[in-house]
């Protein structure tokens, strides 16, 4: 994992559907951090989240990326090759197997985790050859959490990742995120529920 | 490399399990080149005539079938969110899921083709021509069919509104493709194959970057 020094917002502002969802935000994350946006429901968190992946444009302001090397990614394309992706949908097919799922999206990223280790860590290993359609909710969570980690990316986005997820499933997020975050990553998670860890925090009015 | 194989592996699996759209394709071409007889009659020498035309009108039909979830299944899912923060730019990823609609449809159709000429009483000498056009026809089919497919993907029932943008578009492929299996069945030279095999090399060239636009565009909105 690349790691990086710190992710920048200066003065962003979003409109989606022609209203003005926030402006003037910002926000600093030196590495090894964790964000937690907070905030009401349409208040723009998985709006901030895209924004931040580059998946689409502010109408204003800047989301930069530093590198430990001291250089700067501000193109979104660029920035793309860097974020590992938590979404409110799973992205789990229904077609395929969790560990097939995993398999390509190794492969895919080019990370070098170990697929039925990271099942395993996430507590899916007996579910490994179910189809999709027979795992839960909170299942194709974990399922997704695998996946993030062996996209090896240095920069977390998580949009509610305790959604679906039982008390144990809660505290392998915490764990998770915890182990990102020493190993130099950084993480912005959108949430409702406390992570229990030590974060800073933006607050979407 | 490893990430254009894994793609278009998965999105030949994804076609070809159960539920996927590469049979659904299959299944519909052969009914179309079966019931048409039915309807037209017995006579052979006419059946021979329009062989090419149905098989043509059919093949595209089928291919447009399974064209509409091309990007709309991982769009709803979430998944294109992830592959488009995967090492791939986006016109590549585009390319690659337009192959993998080739692979698990444009080939089985062309392969299959020769067998429901048979029930037509194709002249033999125009079945090169037949196998070769739909080949090379079924590729310009998959890449701008790609074009319409990323316009509607976040369309709710956008599958019914692809055909009405993608098939105008594909008439040269019909009348050029036709074209060239009636011209073999008269023994006459005919430019039809060349200009064939320029409108889907076009095809291929164009697609991807008009598709890729349209799919940045939805992901944005």
Excluded at chain 1, 95 to 104: K, N
Aim: hydrophobic share 55%; with cysteine.
């Amino acid at each position: 994992m690349a790691a990086l020094a710190s992710l920048e917002i200066e003065n962003l502002a979003c409109v989606r559907g022609g209203r003005l969802v926030f402006r003037g935000l910002g926000a600093r994350v030196e590495g090894g951090g964790l964000l937690t946006v907070e905030g009401a429901n349409g208040s723009g968190k998985t709006s901030l989240l895209r924004l931040i992946a580059g998946l689409s444009m502010p109408q204003q302001g800047t989301v930069r990326l530093r590198t430990n090397g001291g250089g700067e990614i501000a193109e979104p394309e660029d920035r793309a090759r860097h974020i590992g992706w938590l979404g409110h949908q799973d992205g789990v097919k229904r077609q395929l197997t969790p560990l097939e799922q995993l398999r390509f999206f190794a492969e895919f990223y080019g990370g070098t985790a170990d697929e039925e280790a990271t099942l395993s860590r996430v507590g899916l290993s007996t579910a490994r050859d179910l189809p999709i359609q027979y795992l839960s909710a909170g299942q194709k969570k974990r399922l997704a959490l695998a996946r993030l980690q062996v996209s090896g990316r240095p920069l977390w986005l998580l949009d509610e990742p305790l959604a679906a997820l039982d008390v144990e499933g809660k505290s392998l997020v915490a764990d998770l995120i915890g182990a990102h975050c020493a190993a130099g990553g950084i993480a912005v998670a959108a949430t409702h529920e406390s992570l229990g860890i030590a974060c800073e925090r933006l607050h979407l009015a | 490399m490893s990430a254009w194989r894994a793609l278009v592996m998965r999105d030949i699996r994804l076609a070809t399990r159960a539920g996927g759209s590469a049979m659904l394709a299959l299944a519909f071409f052969a009914a179309v080149a079966v019931l048409l007889p039915f309807g037209v009659g017995t006579d052979l020498k006419v059946l021979g005539r329009i062989a090419a035309g149905v098989l043509w009108v059919a093949a595209v039909l089928a291919a447009l079938l399974a064209l509409d979830r091309l990007f709309q299944a991982d769009f709803e899912d979430g998944s294109l969110d992830l592959i488009a923060l995967g090492p791939l730019p986006l016109e590549v990823v585009v390319l690659a899921k337009m192959t993998a609609h080739w692979l698990t449809t444009g080939l089985p159709l062309t392969i299959l083709s020769p067998l429901m000429a048979l029930l037509f009483g194709l002249e033999p000498r125009a079945y090169p021509a037949l196998l070769a056009s739909l080949a090379v026809g079924t590729l310009a089919i998959s890449a701008i069919g790609g074009i319409g497919a990323g316009l509607t993907l976040s369309i709710r029932r956008g599958g019914l509104i692809l055909p009405l943008l993608v098939l105008p578009l594909l008439s040269p492929a019909v009348i050029f493709g036709a074209g060239a299996v009636l011209a073999a069945i008269d023994g006459l030279p005919s430019a039809a194959m060349g200009l064939l095999a320029a409108f889907a090399f076009t095809a291929v060239v164009v697609s991807p970057f008009a598709a890729a636009a349209a799919v940045r565009l939805n992901l944005a909105g």
